[in-house]
Every structure is written in C-alpha cells, then in structure tokens.
C-alpha cells in the first residue's frame, strides 16, 4: 500500500484550527495547514472559505502555492483527503457533498452531527462507498492513549468505577471531547441522566454549557459520569478523568494539554505533555501513516458513535432524575 507519491489535501473552512492558531515561523502544530506542510507525505492542493479574500491571504502567508476554490466548486476538484474545518452546524452537509468526489479520507472537525441518529444516517452513506472517515477529537491522538482505551473496553483494567468531566463553550463543540473518551472505555448504556443546570451561552444559543450526572451500567451497578460545565467566558477548562479498578486516565489543559496514565505499577504509568505543542501532527501523520501503510485509523467515525450518544444523553435529560435519558 505503500507509495512515493505525496497525498493530496484540500482544506475547507480557514478558521483557527485551519490556521489562526498557529504562526509560520513558530514551533508550535496545532493546526491543519501547519500540520500537513510537516509531513512531507503530504500536499495542499486547494484551500476554500466562504471569504475567498481570506483563503487568497491564508495561501500567500503560507506560501502554499496551492488553488485557491470556493465552497460550492470546491468537491469538483478531486484530492486524496479533505478536511471539513467549517462552522459545527455545517459538518454533515459538507461531508455528505465530498462523498461524491470518492475522496480517499474526510478529516472532519468535532462534532460530526447535532445529534446521532444524525450521525448514523450519513456514516450509512459513508459505509456505501470506499471513503474513510475521520473525526478530529485530537485527545485520541495523544500518544498511547488509542491503546489505553482500547484495553479499557476489552475489560483489561477491572471494572469501570468513575468518570469525571470539567469544560466549557458547549456540550456539543467541547464536551463531546471528554464525553468521546468516557464512551470509548466505559461504552454508552446509560441508566440514569439528570441535568443540574438549564445551562448558560458561552459559546452559542443552540449549543449551551450544561452540568449533568449519567450513570453508566457496570458490572456491579451503575457507574457514576459527572459533567460540570464552567463559563468559558471567564476560563478556558477542560479535565476529564476515567478511573478503572487497576488503570487511570487523566487528560486536561495546563499549560498545553497533558495527559497522565496511572496504572497498579511503574510500568503502566505514563506522562505526556504537548509542549511545545505537537498534537495536530500527531492526527495527519496518522492519516498518511494510514493511507500510504495500511496503518489503523486513531479515530474513525463509527468509534465516536458511544460518545455521540452520551453527548445526547446529557442534551435529552430532565432536570430531575430519570431512568429515561431520552425523556
């Protein structure tokens, strides 16, 4: 599978994790452009924002050299992977256009629908073609966290005891983060919801920051999934911790984001933090490391899909306690 020939990108969408958060001249990656312009198994051919002023001004400061397309042509030019990075309200509509171009790969910002039932009726018509489809929840990147995950739902560090997420700027723009993470270890059955607050706007009307408790079916019972929403307005948070009987996530921003596996032992513990920060990186060498060597993909969409319903759970609960999280 392997081969000689940069893939070829096409980035829709030239907002801050396009660009904006990063300096050319800087050492920090956190963003699509800067990212792909440091794998050298990669190319931009064509950048796209519904400001085409901005899009001929984002390819000359990065000197690019690539076309510079609208929106609405811009699935007409044929590239191996595009990158959704539009406003969240917009991500299905526009994968669902690519689809049609028969992209290798579509790299899709967080989150992916507004609600899963959304998400599963276009990961239908992504099944029914041979495109790969990928949501940028970048914590899954972090280095041995996709392995730690996959051990945590296969039952290999006991049974699940307690999650616990601190955010803000929406449930559905930043929740979903830690909410993709508890889903993968601890999966989605949920038996109990409550919403502690009717939430406030710190990011959107449409997307408001909620506080709630689920609980989770465990082996012995119910496991406990606190989510505490802050207002973003007055700091940027973001903490969730996953305990297990013998095994502990930790992933939160300080300084960078940072990331702490504790196990029963020296050897299962791990520490990582992005500083300098590298963590976009980490998601596009996946994706060539992926199309070019058969590697496994970090975050294919239809492993999001356990989070994607407990980011519902919590959206759909009442302010009182509720066997139905759907009520």
């Known amino acids: ?47 796209s924002d519904i400001d ?6 984002v390819n000359d ?25 539009t406003p969240d309200d917009t991500h299905v509509q526009w994968v669902d ?4 171009s028969t992209p290798k790969l579509i790299l899709c910002e967080k989150p992916l629908a507004a609600s899963t039932k959304q998400a599963q009726d276009l990961l239908s018509k992504v099944q029914a073609t041979e495109c790969k489809l990928v949501i940028n929840f970048m914590r899954r990147w972090i280095p041995g966290v996709s392995t730690w995950l996959s051990a945590a739902a296969r039952g290999g560090f006991g049974a699940p005891v307690e999650a616990q997420l601190t955010y803000c700027r929406g449930l559905r723009h930043n929740a979903c983060h830690g909410l ?8 989605c059955d949920v038996v109990s919801a409550r919403k502690s607050t009717d939430g406030f706007d710190d990011f959107e009307a449409t997307d408001l920051t909620v506080s709630a408790t689920l609980g989770l ?22 903490d969730v911790d996953i305990i297990f009987e013998t095994s502990r ?43 070019m060597d ?19 759970a919590v959206a759909n609960a009442s302010p009182q306690a509720t066997d139905d999280p759907n009520v």
């Open 249 to 291: 996530l930790r992933v939160w921003n300080e300084d960078g984001i940072r990331a702490q596996i504790s196990g029963v032992d020296s050897q299962s513990s791990y520490e990582f933090h992005d500083k300098p920060v590298r963590h976009m990186q980490y998601v596009w060498k996946n994706i060539a490391d992926t199309l």
């Open 61 to 85: 400061q990065w000197n690019l050299g690539a076309s510079v397309v609208v929106p609405d042509n811009a699935s007409c030019h044929a590239v191996d992977v595009v990158c959704i990075a």
């Open 217 to 238: 079916r465990g082996r012995a019972g119910p496991v406990p999934v606190s989510i505490t929403g802050v207002d973003g307005r007055l700091r940027n948070v973001f």
């Open 52 to 57: 085409n002023a901005l899009a001929v001004d």
């Open 97 to 100: 256009r690519f689809l049609a």
């Open 1 to 47: 599978m392997s081969s000689n020939v940069p893939l070829t990108v096409g980035i829709l969408g030239l907002g801050q994790i396009a660009h904006g958060y990063d300096d050319p001249a800087g050492q920090a990656i956190s963003t699509h452009i800067k990212a792909c312009l440091a794998e050298p198994r990669l190319r931009i051919a064509w950048v």
């Open 294 to 312: 058969g590697a496994p993909l970090l975050c294919a969409s239809t492993e999001t899909l356990p989070g994607m319903r407990l980011v519902d």
């Open 180 to 187: 993709d993470l508890i889903g993968a270890a601890f999966g």
